[in-house]
């Protein structure tokens, strides 16, 4: 046990603020990067969601590699590593000059992010004896939940006063603070008998998911999920992505290893983790044009509107396991997933002049709902495997959070943007359908082009963004109850037979 454990748990959680703060304050700024020059970039829909989803897919693709990595090369070094990088790829995002270069730096951002995400909770469960780690992963997953509430804050502010390079600009001091203090009390660890890197597996995760989630958002951005372009991407991507577990079933030295989700609990809370991060971030990318487009909230306002979700993740994370002492993870977990699924539904209910106090009510359970499935499920996935592998277990549920999250926005954004061009094409001319249909913002600027003539296409717009919000809030419920399904089938209960069904978790990951 380390004497400075918890001031060591603190730089840690600076760490991770860094990588969780960066999205959600990105949240709040893409009506803004979405607004023409100067005052924005200009990005479509579909650049959007790939400014997004650039950075998680990198992420993604790289977090078990950079779990092994940390094992071999030691923790403290990958983590300075990923930090600087993460650093840089933030300072050049700040001053991209279109779509394309944001996507480009936001990519460079999630290989830094890959490295540090997967070294925090490896250095954690390295500092921390088995019986303190429960408390200490509550206490880290509180700290997603500050990120989540500085973020929004944060951006409304910087945007209310500077440009919107500014929310990225912000990540320098925090990385450079975070560095010093790393240096300074954070020991070096790593795994006696880390595994070998797989670039094949590397290769055809990342080339599997970008050509899966480019034909979901290719789908959505023509409203056409039938188009040849979307089938063969589509079609391209599965087989790929079936092409790298068969490879990893047979490597000798897999980048994931497969066999682990031979056990139906292990598997149970990795795919919860997933379809919350699914529904949650699909849902979260319509809520900011919500209250913004529709509503004419500010950043700042819509920041300060996202605090109870945060609030509530920060209160009860770190309780979350109390729940679970008295009534088990499967209950605990369940409970948590069919109120996230509630508070997706209640969005369906939302209108133009919905009193606001209903949004706050809907966020703040949402958060506990949250709160109350990741702490359950990342304990159960950090103890599953033994202390020197903990990269590896942390790097597997923070992939499967990132492509839940990535497939997420591909998909409900998709649902949204298709959805939202069938409400709106019959108001547009012919000539403009195409691109003044993508969203509700390239409706409003083609709206102001016109001048007074252009106020006739604000109502039109705002209904049918409305109507697109509802059917996604719908299907972000759908998957949230798949998930509280899962959970309930296959999650240990309480008492003696589910510390069984923990050992022999261990056991079946030891093997």
């Not at 693709?61 to 923790?75: E, V």
């Not at 979307?230 to 991507?237: D, I, M, T």
């Not at 009860?316 to 109390?322: G, K």
């Amino acid at each position: 046990m380390h004497r400075r454990r918890w001031a060591i748990l603190g730089v840690l959680m600076l760490s991770l603020l860094i990588v969780v703060l960066d999205n959600s304050i990105l949240n709040v700024a893409i009506k803004t990067i979405a607004t023409p020059a100067p005052t924005g970039l200009g990005a479509t829909q579909s650049e959007l969601e790939w400014a997004i989803n650039s950075y998680t897919l990198v992420f993604a693709g790289l977090l078990f590699s950079a779990g092994i990595l940390g094992d071999r090369l030691g923790r403290k070094k990958v983590l300075l590593g990923g930090l600087l990088v993460f650093g840089l790829g933030s300072a050049l995002a700040a001053f991209s000059g279109s779509p394309v270069q944001l996507i480009a730096f936001r990519a460079v951002m999630g290989l830094g992010a890959a490295f540090v995400m997967p070294a925090t909770l490896a250095v954690l469960m390295n500092v921390f004896e088995r019986d303190e780690q429960p408390k200490a992963i509550g206490i880290w997953a509180g700290g997603v939940g500050l990120a989540i509430a500085i973020g929004p804050i944060t951006g409304g502010v910087l945007l209310e006063h500077f440009w919107w390079g500014s929310v990225f600009l912000i990540n320098v001091p925090i990385v450079l603070l975070a560095l010093a203090l790393m240096v300074w009390l954070v020991p070096d660890s790593r795994d006696p008998n880390p595994g070998r890197i797989d670039p094949v597996g590397v290769v055809l995760s990342v080339v599997g998911l970008v050509l899966l989630v480019y034909g979901i958002i290719k789908g959505g951005q023509l409203a056409d999920f039938t188009d040849p372009v979307v089938l063969v991407s589509v079609g391209a991507g599965l087989a790929v992505l079936a092409a790298f577990v068969v490879h990893e079933k047979r490597s000798d030295h897999p980048s994931m290893d497969v066999a682990y989700f031979r056990n139906k609990v292990f598997s149970a809370a990795i795919g919860a983790i997933a379809l919350v991060f699914f529904a949650l971030m699909g849902v979260t990318f319509f809520a900011v044009f919500y209250t913004q487009s529709v509503r004419g909230y500010s950043a700042l306002q819509t920041g300060l509107l996202m605090l109870p979700l945060a609030l509530a993740q920060l209160v009860f994370a770190p309780r979350a396991r109390l729940v679970v002492d008295r009534f088990g993870n499967k209950a605990t977990t369940t409970a948590g997933m069919l109120t996230l699924a509630a508070t997706l539904a209640a969005f369906a209910t939302l209108e133009a002049d919905t009193p606001i106090w209903v949004l706050e009510v809907i966020f703040f359970l949402m958060g506990a709902g949250m709160a109350h499935i990741m702490t359950p499920t990342s304990v159960v996935i950090m103890q599953a495997l033994p202390r020197e592998k903990a990269g590896s277990a942390s790097a597997l549920s923070n992939t499967f959070r990132q492509v839940g999250g990535a497939l997420g926005i591909a998909v409900l954004g998709s649902v949204l943007s298709a959805a939202y061009r069938s409400g709106i094409e019959d108001h547009l001319p012919p000539a403009a359908r195409h691109t003044a249909g993508e969203s509700i913002e390239a409706t409003l600027g083609f709206a102001a082009k016109l001048g007074p003539k252009g106020d006739a296409l604000i109502g039109p717009a705002n209904d049918a963004f409305l109507h697109a919000m509802h059917v996604t809030a719908v299907c972000g419920a759908a998957v949230a109850v798949v998930g509280a399904l899962v959970v309930y089938l296959f999650l240990p209960g309480r008492g003696p037979a589910a510390a069984d069904k923990q050992s022999e978790l261990v056991s079946a990951a030891d093997a």
